[in-house]
């Protein structure tokens, strides 16, 4: 498995600048999501507000996979608005977005 992880790192390193940037960020935030204790907590934070967020008008800067707009959006929020700069990210929050169903999909945009 170790070779297979060298030759992964070398591809990165042949890739375009900006290209390169996205990736690494998108690598870096991965461990965010895999941080199951902090997502929980994030999470939880959100649901002991709900009161606030139910019918509120939400932003999430750097939303990154879009789990908390999501959250947001599933306890009642107007609108959640989920911004991100990274390209990758981007896309993969919208991917997440459009599998919602309808009623809460409609409530995240971009």
Do not use: T, W
């Not at 870096?28 to 999470?43: E, P, Q, T």
């Not at 609108?79 to 409530?107: C, F, G, I, T, W």
């Amino acid at each position: 498995m170790v070779s297979g992880f060298i030759v992964s790192m070398d591809m990165l390193n042949k890739l375009p600048r900006r290209r390169f940037e996205e990736i690494d960020e998108l690598l870096a935030f991965v461990s965010i999501y895999d941080d199951h204790g902090r997502m929980r907590a994030l999470k939880s934070l959100l649901r002991a507000n709900a009161r606030l967020i139910r019918g509120a008008l939400c932003v999430e800067g750097g939303c990154g996979l879009g789990a908390l707009s999501i959250e947001m959006a599933e306890l009642g929020a107007r609108k959640v608005y989920a911004v991100e700069q990274n390209l990758l990210l981007a896309k993969l929050a919208q991917k997440r977005v459009s599998e919602l169903p309808n009623d809460v999909a409609r409530r995240i945009g971009r």
